[in-house]
């Protein structure tokens, strides 16, 4: 026996209480000799190692299967003793760890014949926890001992909270308060590949203990969960807390163990960056699949919850990357049968991005891509795939609730109307489809083309931006544009919407408050160091531009009637929700330019729609790029873009191969459609559109010895008919309205089908046609030419123009021309001369050899034939000595000249209504004569 006994030995026999078999509760160590011995080991730190090891020798003996009560109380005040120690020699923890968490297996472990003890799993959970508070780097992989005891440790608690047999709701109850202190832990969140393997290990724990509650609940925990919960032990090291862990007095409930579980789940999305977010999910995907052999995928409200909840949680920077993870697992769908985990995926999906949650940096034309690849995919599948609803209400979503940039909605439809003209034409996704199964897709596609319209109109169209929250940005009013809102960026009050910590929630104005009184707004860090964030309006978005939506007319002329119907409403939406026709022109500023987006929106639209009601073949599948089969290489630069090869196909190249016929659906739609483009009161529309509704009435004799063709003359009457009544409704031309209903009465009963937006029209004609009547569409554009308004807007050359004999050939050559040649009759920019006069009987070889006009013939326009456009230039090898300052003189003078004649043929060099897109205004439909 040894005479002298160390003085840490002493320390430790005393800490002991003389009676450890006292069973409820358990023993607890002296506290005032527990002080000592901490004292000590703090002022030695090299004796930590040794006061560990005779604890831990003590707890190996306490805790073998056949020690009794007293072995079971010695090993709980070993615990504790521990616990001390760590807690007070946090900074030296590494120092003696590894023991302290060996005593925390022996407090989880049952050994042979041993009953489950709430009360040791307390205290282990207790030293765990505090072990997993105050570990800070640099920290040793866990491939080393120390690493593999903790993984371990962390296992052991994992298991204690999935525990399913009865009364183990209160061991469930301490391990989920066990492993907050992992999830806050340091050690979590400080490597990647730490984080792997621990996240493994914790997920399972938190998702099972949310199974078996309501929805309602677990909603409602996630709305009350703590926003700064887990985040104090991630501060410095001598500020962290951590409590002891005491058995419940009552047995839990299950939405107390949810209530645990939802605030871990969150904390571990607010705290984690972005590619541990991604880990995160995969474990959360793996343990779906493997309990119950996947049986989770089933209950959709409850994966919906775990997605939505998990997104607004994560930090604001990082939810793009959340989005992609369920993306990609959508995506790995491709073109196999639908199962319930498919269709889970997607309506999760649909219900992230249709939520309220700010997804700031989302990459939506890489989301729309990948969306609409997965419809094409899928269109082998047939009409009856379960999965195309949740894909249709997906990409519809990214239209109204989530707006991050101004032109977001115009590159959706431009992405759209790209995907839909690859499925025609058999490239990328659709080139192994077959005709029929790209039809189908391209039927989809439109679809989704038409909900994404509807649900356009229905979001508030305002584009959010995440800022710091002391940071400033533009919030898009007050003129502020979106480029100046890159450089200039004017704070935002501290209320408006609300404020977004790192961790991505929204906090309301009373807790924004309840943070700067507690100056934790000012340093404006979350507790990971990152930027505590504000979701900020920056203006309204864009609408469609009729430009971007020009390049689907082709649709309209599809042979596929379900895909004429399905465009057809679509764009009806379109006309009457979202184009923007600008103000109303006034006298002092007229605002006709057929170069303007609009004018050549309705020149195409009309020329289509005139196409569709009066062929008699549709649907030709080759491209062509012009009426002959060729586009002019002399364009307008401002319409560079939508006149590009490889998307646009011109709408009179449909005539080719004969497979389809408007039916009485297209003529009652057309009907609508002509109406609603008027109804909007442009004045682009009348001029582009009266012209056509004129040779639509005019068009009865193309159907002589048609099949139902006197049904087909009235349709194009009728259209015609309602298209200059909404003409009249438009400008208040009380004459013109009284024509339009005379001509409909005289062919009353009406042929066409009545039209309802929500649902399918009849094909068939609705009544037999009656007596061919009397010619109406002239006399009513002799009768538009009193309005006041409209001849404000359209200018003196109103007359002229729609007076002028229309036919596809003149739309298509004055459309493919650098300057649109309106017949006028006087003195225009739009009429010099033969040069640039346009009759029905131009050709496309006419049409090759125009030229922009030149100053000789502007000059030439007025009457004032000048010596520019018949002298000759100056050689360059001339050596006379005059030539430099002759020619000199020459360009100032036809400069002067130039701005002289732009003057008096009032041509705006700037502040019209094309700058606003950044295009420069080209020569008005007529000048004054």
């Not at 946090?90 to 003696?96: G, H, P």
């Not at 906090?507 to 505590?532: T, Y």
């Amino acid at each position: 026996m040894s005479l002298f006994t160390s003085n840490h030995v002493k320390l430790i026999k005393d800490v002991y209480p003389p009676d450890l078999a006292t069973s409820d509760p358990l023993p607890s160590p002296s506290s005032n000799h527990l002080g000592k011995l901490t004292f000590y080991a703090a002022g030695r730190p090299k004796k930590l190692p040794k006061v560990a090891a005779v604890l831990l020798e003590r707890a190996e003996k306490d805790g073998r299967a056949n020690s009794g009560a007293k072995g079971r109380g010695g090993l709980a005040v070993t615990i504790d003793i521990l616990k001390g120690l760590v807690t007070e020699c946090r900074t030296e923890l590494r120092c003696f760890a590894d023991q302290a968490l060996r005593a925390v297996e022996l407090g989880l472990t049952r050994r042979d014949g041993q009953r489950r003890d709430v009360q040791l799993e307390a205290r282990a959970a207790s030293l765990f926890h505090a072990i997993a508070t105050f570990t800070t780097g640099p920290f040793l992989g866990l491939n080393d001992a120390l690493g593999k005891q903790y993984l371990l440790c962390l296992s052991l608690v994992s298991s204690l909270a999935q525990l399913n047999s009865e009364n183990t709701s209160s061991s469930r109850a301490i391990a989920l308060d066990a492993l907050k202190g992992a999830v806050s832990s340091e050690l979590l969140y400080s490597q990647t590949a730490a984080y792997d393997s621990q996240i493994e290990e914790i997920m399972p724990a938190l998702l099972y203990n949310c199974l078996n509650v309501p929805i309602e609940e677990l909603h409602l925990q996630s709305n009350v969960s703590d926003a700064t919960a887990g985040t104090s032990n991630l501060g410095p090291v001598a500020s962290r807390k951590s409590p002891s862990i005491e058995p419940p007095a009552d047995s839990p409930s299950p939405a107390d163990l949810a209530s645990s579980a939802v605030t871990s789940l969150r904390a571990i999305s607010r705290l984690s960056h972005g590619v541990q977010l991604s880990s995160k999910l995969t474990a959360m995907g793996s343990w779906l699949d493997r309990y119950k052999n996947g049986a989770l995928w089933k209950q959709a409200d409850f994966i919906e919850w775990l997605g939505s909840s998990g997104i607004a949680a994560s930090p604001v920077q990082y939810r793009a990357g959340v989005v992609g993870w369920w993306v990609d697992q959508v995506v790995e769908i491709d073109d196999t049968e639908a199962t319930t985990k498919s269709e889970t995926l997607l309506r999760t999906l649909a219900h992230i991005l249709g939520g309220p949650t700010s997804l700031v940096g989302l990459g939506i034309g890489s989301v729309l891509s990948q969306l609409t690849s997965l419809i094409v995919q899928r269109a082998a599948l047939g009409d009856e795939d379960p999965l195309f609803s949740p894909l249709l209400t997906t990409i519809s979503s990214l239209a109204s609730s989530h707006i991050y940039y101004v032109d977001q909605l115009n590159d959706v439809v431009a992405d759209l109307v790209d995907s839909i003209r690859s499925v025609k034409e058999g490239s990328g996704v659709a080139a192994r489809l077959g005709r029929g199964e790209r039809k189908r897709a391209m039927r989809q596609l439109v679809g989704a083309l038409r909900q994404v319209l509807v649900e356009a109109e229905k979001g508030d169209g305002e584009v959010k931006v995440a800022v710091p929250l002391n940071g400033t940005t533009s919030n898009g009013t007050n003129g502020t544009t979106a480029a100046e809102a890159s450089t200039s960026r004017p704070p935002l009050p501290d209320n408006s919407e609300g404020t977004i910590r790192g961790n991505g929630v929204l906090l309301g104005v009373g807790q924004v408050e309840g943070l700067k009184s507690k100056k934790e707004a000012s340093n404006s860090l979350d507790a990971m160091g990152r930027p505590i964030m504000r979701v900020a309006g920056a203006g309204r978005r864009s609408r469609i531009s009729p430009e971007v939506f020009q390049d689907s007319l082709f649709l309209l002329t599809d042979a596929d009637a379900t895909i004429r119907d399905d465009y057809e409403r679509a764009l009806l939406v379109y006309l009457e929700k979202e184009m923007d026709v600008g103000p109303v022109a006034s006298e002092d500023e007229p605002i006709l330019d057929p170069s303007h987006e609009i004018a050549r929106f309705c020149r195409e639209l009309h020329l289509a729609i005139y196409e569709l009601a009066t062929s008699p073949t549709l649907g030709s599948d080759a491209p062509n790029f012009s009426l002959a089969g060729h586009q002019s290489s002399t364009v307008n630069p401002s319409r560079s873009s939508s006149l590009k090869s490889s998307r646009r196909l011109s709408t009179s190249s449909r005539l080719a191969e004969a497979n389809a016929t408007a039916t009485a659906a297209d003529y009652a739609a057309l009907a609508a459609i002509v109406e609603a483009v008027q109804l909007r009161q442009s004045a682009e529309a009348v001029m582009e559109g009266a012209p056509v509704l004129v040779a639509l009435e005019k068009s009865a004799k193309k159907w002589e010895g048609e099949m139902q063709g006197a049904e087909r003359a009235q349709a194009c009457s009728e259209i015609a008919a309602r298209g200059l009544g909404a003409i009249g409704d438009a400008w208040s031309i009380a004459e013109v309205r009284r024509i339009a209903d005379e001509a409909l009465s005289r062919m009353a009963p009406s042929v066409l089908p009545p039209f309802d937006a929500g649902r399918r029209t009849p094909p068939d004609f609705a009544s037999s046609p009656s007596a061919p009547t009397s010619p109406f569409a002239t006399a009513a554009v002799d009768a538009v030419l009193a309005s006041r308004p409209l001849q404000s807007a359209a200018g003196t050359g109103l007359g002229n123009v729609l007076h002028t004999p229309w036919t596809p050939q003149v739309a298509h050559l004055r459309d493919s021309t650098v300057t649109p040649a309106y017949p006028n009759g006087g003195r225009s920019i739009t009429n010099l001369g033969s040069t640039l006069r346009v009759t029905s009987a131009s050709t496309p070889e006419r049409a090759a050899s125009f030229r922009a006009p030149s100053l000789a013939d502007l000059q030439s326009s007025l009457g004032r034939p000048g010596s520019i456009g018949t002298s000759a230039t100056p050689s360059i090898a001339s050596t006379s000595g005059n030539t430099i300052a002759t020619h000199n003189t020459q360009r100032r003078t036809a400069k002067a000249k130039a701005e002289t004649v732009l003057s008096r043929l009032t041509v705006s060099r700037g502040g019209s209504r094309a700058s606003s897109i950044h295009r420069s205004r080209s020569p008005p439909y007529a000048a004054a004569n």
